[in-house]
């Protein structure tokens, strides 16, 4: 018997590891030690900094590769990965820098394995990260027929004194948004479900501009140059990034014991393709909370004086104010 | 329709964090800077470095997660991943020191990712590695009935200095194997496949001292501590983690251009288990080397006139020589 009788092809994952090397090599920078194909990536960090901190952090796109499958089409799911796990390290206040990604599948497909990592180190060009390495992995027994995982690790290293002091949160102070790309990465196992109830066509365009399927796919939104920029002007006391959970369940952990948040839903526009799944899935206004992100990719906290500044230089919402309490309390609901 | 009728219950996801809360915090030291259930997790630094390297690696434990299942047993996959992305890190010459894991399933048991992460805990205070934090998900649809993947990314922080310096390899040097704790974390389809398709029972003992299952399931090994010692009083010029590939593909990885490894079968006594699945599955030589550890988990490369100081020092085996040529020659096949 052989290994690749039992579904598992040597040979392929040797053809992808040889198409994805380019795409990987194009992040590396003058401090990367370690070429490509080694055990372990390894770049050279500053030394300059007096008391620095590691900030990481894992996450996957969940079951958005579904739709990425359904419509042949695999290249923004690297953004995806790339821009979820970098809010998160964001949300504690570094830049996110360093990334390996880890993309498996019941039968590994090498152009499909290099267009999701050609897309990965797009993303991380764009934004000075170092792809430092991966993980491709072939599990029949696992994995549905032509079903995909794709999971990343994101590292920062920044001074202790740049990150949030969420501490510092008080009664009073404002509550911003930024808003979303669309769905980003959590709560495609019921978009599917409602597509597939209700016979849904991703090709056909429900008058939101562009195909459902193209809206589905748009890629999880960055915040990190938005951020990094307005750091220069305000003071940001606390980050949330809304993932899985969405505004409910997201605000409320960057929050002290004590505070709670006080949402407007009046503060801002859920966009159309929000209040299309809702329709079409009669999807309480509660769920459709603490599924989605439902516009809203990302929430400051700012001292109430600060509110006017950051609306006026960057695109975003005033959703509400910082109240003694818990959890998130939503009002014109 | 709500989220939970797609199959997610964001219930159970809290219900699965609360539960391994204690678990993460049992690694945490004095250094981590944001506690359990940030959006990322964060740990100071030694800012006593001169040239500080940062190692990063991604793995995953594979298919063996479906022994894990058949076996109603899960606690020691932990040891698994974490030895397995923690022997990637010190290949490159770094100890492990920062973890995060990824466990998704078609449906998540909360009593089943607390057994994974408690075990993933357990190996990482005995490595004095910080489990940074983590990712559950759930993903029906991508994942077949009942299946688990599990995946780890490692991070350790090095001086430049105590990387291996693979360049210094040289003809004549000599290559020793540290032995393997079983098959680790690779070839598990093929073994399936051969324990299926021959009718094999998982609990019965073959005549090998324990029943299949357990032999199975025995953690990766780690080699941190071994090579940490060792580091003492040998010059290690490469070090090769034999994973998915076997010891034909991954101990050309340490080598410069132009050198090859000539190994002596003889060199060591396959262990008795490798022995079975190559006489069930009716493998080859060539594929169970190219598959499988077949009993020898890690790979050095020393001067020759270190080689009797590393045997008798540790356990290990004397399998050959750095030859002039390319990829690995067997020699007593």
């Known amino acids: 018997m052989k290994y690749s009788e039992a579904g598992v092809s040597i040979d392929a994952q040797n053809d992808s590891n040889e198409r994805i090397k380019k795409h990987v090599r194009s992040t590396h920078t003058e401090h990367v030690v370690t070429d490509v194909g080694h055990f372990a990536g390894s770049v050279k960090l500053p030394s300059n900094l007096s008391d620095p901190v590691l900030i990481m952090s894992t996450d996957g796109v969940g079951t958005k590769t579904i739709i990425a499958e359904q419509l042949g089409r695999f290249e923004s799911l690297g953004a995806d990965i790339v821009h979820n796990c970098g809010n998160d390290v964001l949300a504690v206040g570094a830049e996110p820098k360093y990334f390996t ?3 498996a599948s019941a039968q590994l497909k090498p152009e499909v394995v290099e267009e999701i990592v050609k897309g990965i180190a797009e993303a991380c060009k764009n934004l000075g990260i170092v792809l430092m390495g991966g993980e491709t992995a072939e599990m029949p027994g696992v994995y549905r027929e032509s079903r995909h995982d794709l999971v990343g690790t994101m590292v920062g290293i920044a ?18 948004g930024l808003p979303s790309n669309g769905v980003h990465t959590n709560g495609y196992s019921l978009v599917r479900k409602i597509v597939e109830a209700r016979g849904l066509d991703l090709t056909i365009d429900y008058d939101m501009g562009m195909s459902l399927g193209e809206l589905l796919l748009l890629p999880h939104r960055d915040y990190v140059k938005d951020i990094m920029g307005l750091r220069q002007y305000v003071t940001i006391r606390g980050l949330a990034h809304i993932t899985g959970g969405g505004i409910t369940e997201n605000v409320p952990r960057m929050f002290p014991e004590g505070l709670g948040a006080a949402i407007n839903l009046g503060g801002w526009k859920i966009p159309l393709l929000f209040q299309f799944i809702q329709q079409q899935g009669d999807v309480s206004q509660e769920e459709m909370l603490r599924t989605f992100n439902c516009g809203v990719g990302m929430v400051l906290v700012v001292p109430k004086e600060e509110k006017n500044n950051v609306l006026s230089r960057i695109e975003s919402y005033d959703l509400g104010t910082v109240v003694v309490g818990k959890g998130v309390t939503y009002t014109n609901y």
Chains 1, 2 share one sequence.
């Open 159 to 176: 001074e202790r004194s740049m990150l949030f002091d969420s501490s510092q949160i008080k009664e009073g102070d404002a509550i911003i």
């Open 101 to 103: 990604d880890y993309v």
